[in-house]
């Protein structure tokens, strides 16, 4: 089966989930969200009580990971993620729930339970996948592979902007410190710390807008498609 993979890694907040969706609409090709599969573990080990004593019930945890009933549909208006049939693509995408997953990506164990199902979305003709580990974990033989960084600081902006679009009242400072945290726990876990891979296109998205950053992306993966 030929299938092409697109690898986009990054930090949070980096713009990779909407390039992320913008290219599998634009190639035709399906759509991993890795973050998102982290974030439903870890709202479901929340549920469960489960997220302060990760490590003392680690049978436990990974064995809600192997069978967690997690749906992504595609709408037009995004894509709907589903947990045990009921939508929380809003709730994934809080602070709280982020922090819920940082916590989670760092356990060796539960990285292991959900790497598998993160493969299984390489599916005909092909998969974007966007993460923190894609390239340099999960795909390491995709034949394209893109780091999309931006500064703490426009990426908290842009967060900002995002949760007061959602009728939330929000500090810059605490959105800044959260994101200082998470990238800090993200780069220093001992398991798929996040890193560029060794021939990942590197783009900062820092000083230039989301159209910009998809042409510089597009161009790039047409010209490497076109070479394989």
């Given amino acids: 089966m030929n299938v092409n993979i697109i690898t986009i890694d990054g930090p949070s907040g980096s713009g990779k989930g909407t390039l992320a969706a913008r290219l599998a609409a634009h ?21 469960h009580g489960l997220l302060e004593q990760l490590n003392d019930d680690i049978a436990k945890c990974v064995a809600i990971a192997e069978q967690l009933p997690i749906v992504f549909k595609s709408t037009e208006q995004g894509v709907v993620v589903l947990l045990n049939g009921i939508d929380v693509s809003a709730k994934i995408r809080t602070e709280e729930v982020g922090e819920y997953a940082s916590k989670v ?19 005909a003709p092909g998969l974007i996948a966007d993460g923190r580990d894609m390239a340099t974990i999960v795909f390491p033989e995709a034949q394209v592979k893109i780091y999309l960084t931006a500064s703490a600081e426009s990426r908290a902006a842009r967060r900002v902007k995002q949760l007061q679009g959602m009728g939330l009242d929000v500090r810059i400072s605490d959105i800044l410190a959260n994101i200082q945290a998470r990238d800090k726990r993200d780069m220093e876990r001992t398991v ?19 159209d910009e950053v998809f042409n510089l992306m597009t161009s790039h993966i047409d010209a490497k498609l076109a070479n394989n």
């Fill in 105 to 123: 990506a760092a356990i060796p164990e539960l990285r292991e339970a959900v790497l598998q199902r993160q493969r299984d979305f390489a599916q």
């Fill in 192 to 210: 798929a710390p996040l890193k560029p891979a060794e021939d990942a296109y590197f783009i900062d998205s820092s000083d230039i807008g989301i």
């Fill in 27 to 47: 190639y035709q090709y399906h759509l991993l969200d890795s973050g998102a599969i982290y974030r439903l573990l870890g709202l479901s080990l929340s549920e």
